[in-house]
């Protein structure tokens, strides 16, 4: 069975109201968002928002001296690209797509326009962006004070909640660079979960099978994000265990 691709993939998207949507969608353009693709640097002018529906892509911040690492993830619950309707032109990080899908995007320009004129495409995005500022603080928080295990199950069950399923297409390498701990850890704290039943992995893929199991050792880092957005976008709450088919675009 074929799955057609859909804006309202996108939790956002499916938030506004149909007056709203109608406007924008003939202006949304569908997007494969491979893996390692840069939709914007830090410091480039934003031409374009994204809204990823199987895609998940890393805010990332860029040291002096070349090391990254991940601030905040952005999935189908949201878009990337606020400061072209918060005042500011430029990205100030990088945007990286670390789980390949797809999405869909939009001129810069349409929805800076459309911010000053929606009433719920204003309020959705605000939403959005209180929930999205908790992640970046909660993120901090946890990156500082909670031990790798901790952060790698939080990191899992962030990762599946902006998915359509359970399936995450990261190398350990990767997992490590982006919380910016050593790759040893990732590999001995993925060890225990696999040990545990909690997740099965290969190379370049992890499949989480409790999820109930990854919620007992993640830190409460997870939980407070979780919250904060079941509590702004109550009506998007979903069972995350529950595998589809690839999605196809016809």
Known sequence: MINIHTPLQNNLLKNIAKADFDQLEPYLEFVEMPKGQILCESGSVVTHVYFPTTALVSILYESQDGNSVEVALVGNEGMLGIAS??????????????????????????????????????????????????????????????????????????????????????????????????????????????????????????????????????CECYQVVKDEIDKLFPENKKQLIKPIKELAYI
């Open 85 to 218: 309707f918060l005042g500011g032109d430029s990205m100030p990080r990088t945007l990286v797509v670390q789980n390949a899908g797809y999405g869909y995007r939009l001129k810069a320009a349409i929805i800076k326009q459309a911010f000053n004129c929606s009433g719920t495409l204003c309020q959705v995005l605000l939403r959005h962006i209180q929930a999205f500022v908790t992640q970046m603080a909660q993120t901090v928080i946890c990156n500082r004070h909670h031990c790798i295990e901790q952060q790698l199950c939080r990191f899992l069950l962030k990762c599946i909640d902006r998915l359509p399923n359970n399936s995450i297409n990261m190398t350990q390498e990767q997992i490590s660079h982006l919380i910016g701990v050593r790759r040893e850890g990732i590999t001995e704290a993925a060890c225990k979960l696999h040990k545990a039943g909690l997740i099965t992995y290969s190379r370049g893929h992890i499949d989480v099978l409790n999820r109930d199991g990854l919620e007992e050792n993640a």
